[in-house]
Every structure is written in structure tokens, then in C-alpha cells.
Nanobody, 127 residues
Framework: QVQLVESGGGLVQAGGSLRLSCAAS????????MGWFRQAPGKEREFVAAIRWSGGTTYYADSVKGRFTISRDNAKNTVYLQMNSLKPEDTAVYVC????????????????????WGQGTQVTVSS
């Protein structure tokens, strides 16, 4: 089993920054991809960013490219999401997810790729 715990959310004004963290514990030796998704009230969960645990290849949604940066600290089993130039439309619950092994045809952009999910952290951007 793996546990994922997010932190770093909060209330920020438009144009501000936040850094989210996702700490993984448990059977973390089997980690392939870590992803961030978000879900706003009344909307479906959407992909934000992802990073391959080995090699560090990154993926971003078009809506956050150039503003958000995903990174990892392998020694701490932690993934970060640096969010700059925040907009009110970034307001959502941000959830991290873990894909434990590579699957043929899988995509880091899809929710069904991931095996474990955190509980989420609220990010609110005021205008």
C-alpha cells in the first residue's frame, strides 16, 4: 500500500504563488509516474501536470504551461507543484496520484492510469 499526503494549499490573490507538496509513504519503491490533478466544484477532475519518477520527464496541461512547474525529490519521495501567476480559474482541490508501474498504452494525462490517490488540498485564488 502507498499513502499520498498533499500539503501547501491555501488562499492567494490572483498573480500570487503557491507550492504544493505530495509526500509518498509505504511501498514507494514501485513508483513510475506522479501526477497532479484538480477538481473545481461542479467540474470533472482534470489533469494538471505529471513527472516520471525515473528520468524526470514532465507533462503539463496547456492551461498551466509556463506558470506551473512539477519537480521531484527522490530521496524524500516527494513531488512538488510550484504554481506561479495564479488565476481565479485555478481554484480547485488539487490531488496527487501515483502510477506504480508502466503499462502499455498508458498516458500520464488520464485518471485511470493511476493506482493511488491522495485526499487533496484546497487552492483558492481570489480576484
Amino acid at each position: 500500500q502507498v499513502q499520498l499526503v498533499e500539503s501547501g494549499g491555501g488562499l492567494v490573490q490572483a498573480g500570487g504563488s503557491l507550492r504544493l507538496s505530495c509526500a509518498a509513504s509505504g511501498r514507494t519503491f514501485s513508483s513510475y509516474t506522479m501526477g497532479w490533478f484538480r477538481q473545481a466544484p461542479g467540474k470533472e477532475r482534470e489533469f494538471v501536470a505529471a513527472i516520471r519518477w525515473s528520468g524526470g520527464t514532465t507533462y503539463y496541461a496547456d492551461s498551466v504551461k509556463g506558470r506551473f512547474t512539477i519537480s521531484r525529490d527522490n530521496a524524500k519521495n516527494t513531488v512538488y507543484l510550484q504554481m506561479n501567476s495564479l488565476k481565479p480559474e485555478d481554484t480547485a482541490v488539487y490531488v496527487c496520484a501515483l502510477e506504480t508501474y508502466a503499462r502499455y498504452g498508458s498516458s500520464p494525462y488520464r485518471t485511470n492510469t493511476y493506482d493511488y490517490w491522495g485526499q487533496g488540498t484546497q487552492v483558492t485564488v481570489s480576484s
